[in-house]
């Protein structure tokens, strides 16, 4: 699968922003779905999770309560909603696939994931 990331941009503290990423590619419904963000000279962090049927989301403690994923299968096609925007949220934004399941907290491993997007600047000022 391809991904390629957009919605990115600038942003005031307390704004919003709506990234979307689509997929490329047969059975978009059997990835498990993550967006990851990198800041500069910091790793590239967990954001957000979502399963192949939406039925559960995961989130980063920083972004709980103002962020949310959502995927639309029939458009192939994973959004990342930004409320609430701190300047803390200013990073690449990266959205990735994988194949893999089972139980635990490895979807917050970047590792864990083979497909990933390019990237998406979110600048916001305070």
């Known amino acids: 699968v391809q991904l390629q990331a957009s919605g990115g941009g600038l942003a005031q503290a307390g704004g919003s922003l709506r990234l979307s990423c689509a997929a490329s590619g047969r059975s978009f419904s059997s990835y498990m779905l993550g967006w990851f963000r990198q800041a500069p000279g910091k790793v590239r962090e967990f954001v957000a999770a979502i399963t192949r049927s939406s039925n559960i989301t995961y989130y980063a403690d920083s972004v709980k309560g103002r962020f949310a994923i959502s995927r639309e299968n029939a458009e192939n096609t994973v959004y990342l909603q930004m409320n609430s925007l701190k300047f803390e949220d200013t990073a690449v934004y990266y959205c990735?696939?994988?194949?893999?399941?089972?139980?635990?907290?490895?979807?917050?491993?970047?590792?864990?994931?083979?497909?990933w997007g390019q990237g998406t600047q979110v600048t916001v000022s305070s």
């Open positions: 990735a696939a994988t194949t893999r399941r089972g139980i635990g907290a490895w979807y917050t491993r970047r590792q864990e994931y083979a497909y």
